[in-house]
């Protein structure tokens, strides 16, 4: 008699040191061979030992893959028989993904949601506010209006909207914050590791040999944990923060101009910068470029973000690069594994923190 071949993996170029986790690598791999139909439903895969010898990975790593196409309810792990593609749901589910804006960060993290949610058959309907929390409103009630199966918000937390939200939340819906989540209620959120940032940005001056550090922050609980992490690396390495060199905005009326005119006032000013973003970093370079102070010679700069006017900023910007991308495939993953669960499991607070990393340009 005989016998039937088991499926092999074919070849994967796995990126050992990248952004997307190896195992989650692994995971979407099977899964394109279970979606396009070269593991039919039915089809055992070959045993661990074997499959991961196959892809070049440990049993372990292998092991978080399969879990992750379980959860995916790609695969079904049975005890003493083995894994198996089992019957995906056949309902399509339908998300909304509301963003305050349409802008590079906002395309990038589009972008990660879709890739994860594409084999599914998903349908992604992509709202913006416009930074308009009136506007923000309306979309939030089109939530259970237009029956979406779940949302990701990246919202603004203005008391306008706010409201609805802890309505939607309180209700059991399935909704996965990025960036700001209300701490009010437990709630899923994904954000990148801020505290980390401030810190990697704190350092990156004080190594290149700046005492008086500046910072400009705003009231947002995810810049106020950029700052937290930039006094963190001050007080780590024995530096006095000047709580006079930090400035909070608190209103849109808030000029980068204004602030850089005024710490170039003091008697002694800063010798080294940490802007929010890589937005408020460039007007910065630029208006302490108009007042005949060079960059990084004088005075040293660092944004956050990574965005493409880090680039094209003269000088290009050090920056704090955010993986937007990562932050919209695991807010993705999340929503997939929430609308599964009961209404009531939903209500818990849970936070996945996406790592960042300091890109060194010419700015500092």
Not at 61 to 88: D, H
Not at 186 to 204: E, H, I, K, Q, T
Not at 295 to 321: C, H, R, W, Y
Request: proline share 6%; with cysteine.
């Amino acid at each position: 008699m005989k016998k039937t071949k088991k499926p092999r993996a074919s070849s994967l170029s796995l990126v050992r040191n990248g952004s997307v986790p190896v195992y989650e690598q692994i995971a979407k791999h099977l899964l394109d061979k279970i979606s396009s139909g070269q593991m039919p439903v039915g089809t055992k895969l070959p045993g661990t030992k074997i499959l991961a010898k196959e892809l070049g990975v440990n049993h372990l790593t292998l092991r978080q893959a399969l879990q992750k196409l379980e959860q995916l309810g790609a695969v079904s792990m049975e005890s003493g028989r083995g894994t198996f593609v089992i019957p995906r749901e056949s309902e399509t589910i339908s998300v909304a993904l509301i963003l305050p804006n349409l802008n590079e960060s906002s395309s990038r993290i589009s972008a990660g949601v879709q890739e994860v949610l594409a084999p599914f058959s998903a349908q992604v309907s992509i709202f913006h506010f416009d930074e308009n929390p009136e506007l923000e409103r309306e979309q939030l009630a089109r939530l259970q209006n237009e029956k979406f199966d779940g949302a990701i918000v990246f919202p603004s937390l203005d008391p306008i909207s706010l409201k609805p939200l802890l309505n939607l939340l309180i209700a059991g819906y399935p909704l996965v914050f990025i960036d700001r989540a209300p701490t009010e209620l437990p709630c899923w959120s994904v954000l990148s590791d801020n505290f980390r940032g401030g810190f990697l940005a704190a350092n990156r001056l004080l190594d290149a040999g700046c005492q008086r550090l500046a910072c400009l922050a705003t009231e947002i609980g995810t810049v106020h944990d950029r700052l937290e992490g930039f006094k963190r690396a001050l007080n780590d390495r024995g530096h006095v923060v000047d709580h006079s060199l930090i400035h909070t905005e608190h209103s849109e009326k808030f000029s980068v101009e204004t602030i850089v005119d005024q710490w170039l006032a003091r008697p002694a000013p800063p010798d080294g910068i940490f802007f929010p973003n890589d937005f408020r970093a460039s007007l910065g370079v630029r208006r302490l470029t108009q007042l005949g102070r060079r960059v990084p010679a004088e005075i040293k700069v660092v944004g956050f973000d990574n965005l493409s006017i880090a680039q094209l900023s003269l000088p290009s910007l050090t920056t704090v690069a955010q993986n937007f991308a990562q932050i919209g495939r695991t807010a993705a993953e999340l929503l997939r594994e929430m609308v599964s669960l009961e209404p009531e499991k939903r209500f818990v607070a849970r936070r996945e923190i996406v790592p960042v990393e300091l890109i060194a340009r010419e700015s500092a």
